[in-house]
T-cell receptor, first 110, second 113 residues
Framework: KQEVTQIPAALSVPEGENLVLNCSFTDSAIYNLQWFRQDPGKGLTSLLLIQSSQREQTSGRLNASLDKSSGRSTLYIAASQPGDSATYLCAVSYGQNFVFGPGTRLSVLP | DTEVTQTPKHLVMGMTNKKSLKCEQHMGHRAMYWYKQKAKKPPELMFVYSYEKLSINESVPSRFSPECPNSSLLNLHLHALQPEDSALYLC????????????FGPGTRLLVL
């Protein structure tokens, strides 16, 4: 059974810092990995999708990498802003399933 | 249009009520999903419809009954729910199954009294 974990569970940083969020999965037979952002009580916003054949994807200040063989992905956020405060979830597409990690709660302090 | 819409935004129902949640997308996606999310927990997959046919049912109790009337619409019919069913119910869609980005709706926050 696929299990997805995320470290750290929570993170508080001052504005302007660069930061890294980590995601690990137990079964490397994934089709893709997706990073989402969720604001409190809201739905999920897709940030980046990395196909299993890819190593990284970039969008603006966000960069996500994937090492399928070691079962790891990282989300790098450059020059963090207070508006980046949210919960960040990674999810792997596995078989016909889609398994989420528990999320990292990020607070960026002005 | 990359939007998935869900109605209602909030729903309060008693344990004997029957209600329905609705989800709609006009992106031409052929796969649609229902997730349940409890507070401070990740979403958990409930159902997957692919080409309007139910392809995954993650052992969800029968008091939840999905329906896909056409490729743009997905309903979740609720009957005789329990208080522990209170959660945020999220709908998502994707082009076709697993290799594609999933787009999520804003969710329906359900409270069962």
């Amino acid at each position: 059974k696929q299990e997805v974990t995320q470290i750290p569970a929570a993170l508080s940083v001052p504005e302007g810092e660069n930061l890294v969020l980590n995601c690990s999965f137990t079964d490397s037979a994934i089709y893709n990995l997706q990073w989402f952002r969720q604001d409190p009580g809201k739905g999920l916003t897709s940030l980046l999708l990395i196909q299993s054949s890819q190593r990284e994807q970039t969008s603006g200040r966000l960069n996500a990498s994937l090492d399928k063989s070691s079962g790891r992905s990282t989300l790098y956020i450059a020059a963090s802003q207070p508006g980046d405060s949210a919960t960040y979830l990674c999810a792997v597409s596995y078989g016909q399933n889609f398994v989420f990690g528990p999320g990292t709660r990020l607070s960026v302090l002005p | 249009d990359t939007e998935v819409t869900q109605t209602p935004k909030h729903l309060v129902m008693g344990m004997t009520n029957k209600k329905s949640l609705k989800c709609e997308q006009h992106m031409g996606h052929r796969a649609m999903y229902w997730y349940k999310q409890k507070a401070k927990k990740p979403p958990e997959l409930m159902f997957v419809y692919s080409y309007e046919k139910l392809s995954i049912n993650e052992s969800v109790p029968s008091r939840f009954s999905p329906e896909c009337p056409n490729s743009s619409l997905l309903n979740l019919h609720l009957h005789a729910l329990q208080p522990e069913d209170s959660a945020l119910y999220l709908c998502a869609s994707s082009q076709e199954g697993h290799p594609e980005t999933q787009y999520f709706g804003p969710g329906t926050r359900l409270l069962v009294l």
